[in-house]
């Protein structure tokens, strides 16, 4: 070959090959932009009451900030509990597909997934500071992901409570004794533990509560915090509250998303979803401490409300109580006691953290 001929053929080549570069650019930006141009219509139900300030807000705020982030690719439209379907088949209809995403606390599943509880709250558990470094940085994400995968869901942390109130009892709480046959409305583990302290836990829809403390059918109720509580008039009914909420520390809310309508998405609405989840995390728990403060100080300016802290030995007798009903949960399911294991792991680093960080900074106020 001449040098002639030799630089020619290389500059063929090198055409050539320019070309199907060109070509294969231009093939993937035309998937990009066809991707980018597709405009996605989702559904979300949830289990909160419709205008359930916080919860049902905050889901609300969400699916407004994605669809502003998005440009308006990805619409949500966001029905609250009852609206599309019953507030606690959430979990179901985003597995079945029947919706894209769900608003919920994955302890309303434990019927089916008992393990879930741990990515809720379980009584005298981890608060939401502990829970995001579990969740986020400790593992714990990844572990709740693999819980929800047979049933094609994946799960995103998506707002916490705070520490809740122990809750409203119409008469005081000196000692064990008095707990003996107390009809209160607590669920869950909470429950567990309260019926092991010879307490009658009695199981109650939210919008039966008001009522039923009020007509004396139950002696007692734990509800939310301050803001909730005193948006559903519970000091009219009774007028002892306690605190802490031992039962629920910190209970996590939660994005479900269908594992199909997931992987539908493009990377950058994916990226967008999982963002806009962990803003509205930390926004969600914001709100309800602003507003819990603010309610606390409205309660103890109300007359007859008694804000009372539950008696020591009641409080340590229950928490012995606690660590006996998740032990005996552990022995009879062993998926339950793979996250036990789990959560108790990052559990322990975490108190001894805690002891020399924020207990040993706020005994000191
Ligand atoms: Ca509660």
Redesign the pocket.
């Known amino acids: 070959m001449t040098d002639f001929n030799w630089l020619k053929a290389l500059f063929i080549t090198l055409s050539l090959s320019m070309l199907a570069a060109c070509n294969e650019q231009d093939n993937n930006e035309a998937t990009a932009a066809t991707e980018s141009s597709k405009t996605y219509r989702w559904k979300m139900v949830t289990t909160w009451p419709p205008g359930f300030p916080v919860l049902q807000k905050g889901a609300e705020r969400f699916a407004d900030n994605i669809k502003a982030m998005s440009n308006g690719r990805l619409n949500i439209k966001v029905y609250a509990g009852g609206e599309l379907i019953p507030p606690l088949q959430t979990f179901d209809a985003v597995s079945q597909g029947t919706v894209e995403m769900g608003h919920g606390s994955a302890y309303y599943w434990a019927g089916k997934v008992p393990e879930a509880q741990f990515f809720s709250t379980v009584p005298f558990g981890l608060t939401a500071r502990g829970m995001n470094a579990w969740l986020y940085d400790g593992g714990g994400l990844e572990l709740w992901r693999e819980v929800y995968k047979p049933f094609h869901v994946i799960p995103f942390p998506l707002g916490n409570?705070g520490v809740?109130?122990g809750?409203w009892f119409n008469k005081e709480i000196n000692s064990l004794a008095d707990i003996k046959g107390l009809k209160m409305r607590?669920?869950g583990l909470?429950g567990k533990v309260f019926a092991k302290a010879g307490g009658n836990p009695i199981l109650l829809a939210g919008s039966e509560v008001y009522t039923s403390l009020e007509r004396k059918t139950i002696d007692a109720t734990?509800?939310?915090g301050p803001y909730h509580d005193q948006r559903l008039g519970l000091y009219r009914a009774a007028e002892h509250y306690y605190y802490p909420?031992w039962?629920?520390p910190g209970?996590v809310l939660e994005l479900t998303v269908n594992q199909h309508a997931w992987d539908s998405l493009p990377a950058d609405l994916q990226a967008i979803v999982s963002n806009a989840a962990q803003a509205e995390n930390v926004r969600m728990l914001s709100e309800m401490e602003q507003k819990n403060l603010s309610a606390l100080a409205e309660l103890r300016q109300r007359k007859g409300v008694q804000i009372h802290r539950f008696p020591d030995d009641v409080l340590h007798k229950l928490k012995t109580l606690t660590n006996e009903t998740l032990l005996e949960e552990a022995e009879k399911d062993p998926k339950f006691k793979r996250v036990y294991e789990a959560y108790q792991a990052f559990r322990q680093q975490n108190d001894a953290w805690s002891d020399i960080s924020e207990n040993a900074y706020i005994a000191v106020q």
């Open positions: 409570t809740q109130m809750g607590i669920p909470g734990e509800w939310i909420g039962h629920e209970t």
